[in-house]
């Protein structure tokens, strides 16, 4: 019996034919998969703590520090002490991480854009609106 009978399959099977294109377009800005969440959270608020970033992201502690030391490697950030606790760190931003964003944005305009292709507009949003109340969101 193959696994594509499920509805969870296709979804999952859907979700990365639409994610494939914008993770071409992140690896041209020099980014992998999820750093653009990451880099986003900084946009909002620069200097936060690898904590913090792991509580907004929701994600583990690991992946958090993962995705730090490559995009400090890559230059795309910097950590720094934190002035009032000298156990924690904070993250920012450098030029090239700030520089970053406007690629980043496009990269998901144009995937925003493929959301629901063949979709009429009512059914587009009828589509996030039942993904929202399925799996949570904003």
Same mark, same amino acid.
Do not use: N
């Given at each position: 019996?193959?696994?594509?009978?499920?509805?969870?399959?296709? #979804?999952?099977?859907? @979700? $990365?034919?639409?994610?494939?294109?914008?993770?071409?377009?992140?690896?041209?800005?020099?980014?992998? /998969?999820?750093?653009?969440? =990451?880099?986003? +959270?900084?946009?909002?608020?620069?200097?936060?703590?690898?904590? +913090? #970033?792991?509580?907004?992201?929701?994600?583990?502690?690991?992946?958090?520090? $993962?995705?730090?030391?490559?995009? +400090?490697?890559?230059? @795309?950030?910097?950590?720094?002490?934190?002035?009032?606790?000298?156990? $924690?760190?904070?993250?920012?931003?450098?030029?090239?991480?700030?520089?970053?964003?406007?690629?980043? !944005? /496009?990269?998901?305009?144009?995937? +925003?854009?493929? =959301?629901?292709?063949? =979709?009429?507009? /009512? !059914?587009?949003?009828? =589509?996030?609106?039942?993904? $929202?109340?399925?799996?949570?969101?904003?």
């Amino acid at each position: 019996m193959s696994l594509r009978r499920h509805d969870s399959y296709q #979804l999952l099977a859907a @979700f $990365k034919r639409w994610r494939r294109p914008l993770d071409s377009l992140l690896g041209e800005a020099g980014l992998s /998969a999820g750093q653009d969440f =990451l880099l986003d +959270e900084l946009w909002q608020e620069d200097g936060l703590c690898q904590a +913090e #970033l792991v509580r907004r992201l929701g994600v583990e502690q690991p992946t958090v520090a $993962k995705a730090v030391k490559r995009l +400090e490697a890559a230059g @795309f950030l910097r950590r720094g002490a934190h002035e009032r606790d000298a156990r $924690k760190v904070r993250i920012w931003l450098t030029e090239r991480g700030r520089a970053a964003r406007p690629a980043v !944005e /496009a990269a998901w305009q144009e995937a +925003e854009q493929r =959301l629901g292709t063949g =979709l009429t507009p /009512a !059914e587009r949003t009828e =589509l996030v609106r039942l993904l $929202k109340r399925s799996f949570g969101g904003d």
